[in-house]
């Protein structure tokens, strides 16, 4: 996320081509992940471009979305103030749990409608190398609530790697002493994939985990 | 630019998942040109864990940029009040002008170092199919600057599209009467390209602007 190169290039060639305002602008831009300094660029032509109102949306909706948010007290999804959508909706499944590592996981298993449970989400995964240990997550909230809700079934949804591997571990040794039920997701081969082009390990986990059909 | 799609998928399937202000700022983001519902997402969430500080700068920089800016009276590009960097560099080649179709043109060009003297900005090119015609450009303004200054040549360095084409050809016939020497830029063979990958165009057009060697 360093963007030392790109901007002493500005500086250097465009400097004179570039209004204070607009280098200040695409170094802002460049700053967020994804963004290149080309995209940079054309983002803050964009904007300018804009109608006032929109930019002025924009910039609003930026400024203002950490002052009206928080973590929900339940499952710690980054939530308006209170309970969040999916806790405080009684319809749902309140027996069963699924361990997600960020906020947008959420949004993609809700996505799929496969799922009617509840939600905990860690805000990261156990990470040694970037010294991320166990207290950095959300896991005291988590044994919290096995002790105080009705759970029956914690369901390890974690990134198949390392990171998410090792935090799975971690995880399962703390829970299964308490009670529920603890499972993971699947893993194997990816719908839409292709036998030829899948990895060892993929494949090695799919026949590892096949089923009786 | 529309966002429809992407944006009832959240409503209807992530609702209870974003908190409003989220879904409000995954929206906005989403509007930006190249920034797919994934991107935005990713994007709201880096934006909710930045450092408050950080964020404020961000909105601020949209929220005013467009406040600080105009046009340079001369050159047309976008700038701060008054003359551009370029347009008020004393030691630039005044008889030169190379025009382009927006102010990102111009900043490739000065990264190039390869070309001293002074710009005009004609924000857009002839396009008949998007109702956008010569006096939606700042022909006008060339047209004054040519007898203004000493302008002795006139470097059109349009995008070789048929929208550039035909602004270029368009421009040629206003100017050529004037007295400024007319030439564009080079068509060719891109640095570093394959001759095999090269478009027939391309090669039609390397052919016929062959140099001796």
Redesign the interface.
């Known amino acids: 996320m360093t963007s030392f190169g790109p901007q002493e ?2 500086r250097s ?10 280098a ?2 695409i170094e ?2 460049h ?4 963004i290149g300094p080309k ?1 940079a ?8 471009r ?1 109608p ?1 109102r ?13 002052e ?2 928080g973590f929900c007290p339940r499952c710690q ?4 103030p209170g309970l ?3 806790c405080s ?1 009684s319809a749902r499944d309140q027996t069963r749990l699924c361990v997600v590592q ?3 996981d ?2 993609s298993l ?2 799929a ?1 496969a799922f009617n449970g509840l939600y905990h989400v860690l805000h990261g995964l156990i990470d040694p190398m970037s010294n991320v240990g166990p207290d950095d997550l959300r896991i005291r909230e988590l044994l919290r609530r096995i002790g105080d809700e009705p759970v029956q079934e914690v369901i390890i949804a974690v990134n198949p790697t390392v990171e998410g591997e090792a935090t799975a571990m971690y995880l399962r040794q703390l829970l299964r002493p308490l009670g529920p039920r603890v499972t993971r997701l699947a893993r194997g081969l990816p719908v839409g994939g292709d036998l030829e082009y899948a990895d060892d390990l993929t494949l090695a986990r799919a026949l590892e985990g096949r089923q009786d059909f």
Chains 1, 2 share one sequence.
């Open positions: 290039e500005w060639a465009g400097s004179s081509a570039l209004a204070p305002p607009v200040r602008l802002q831009l700053k967020l992940p994804g995209t660029q054309r983002l803050a032509y964009y904007l300018i804009m006032d929109e930019a002025r949306e924009l910039a609003d909706a930026i400024g203002s979305v950490k009206s948010l999804n980054i939530a308006a969040c959508g999916v909706d960020e906020p947008l959420v949004v809700e996505r409608s």
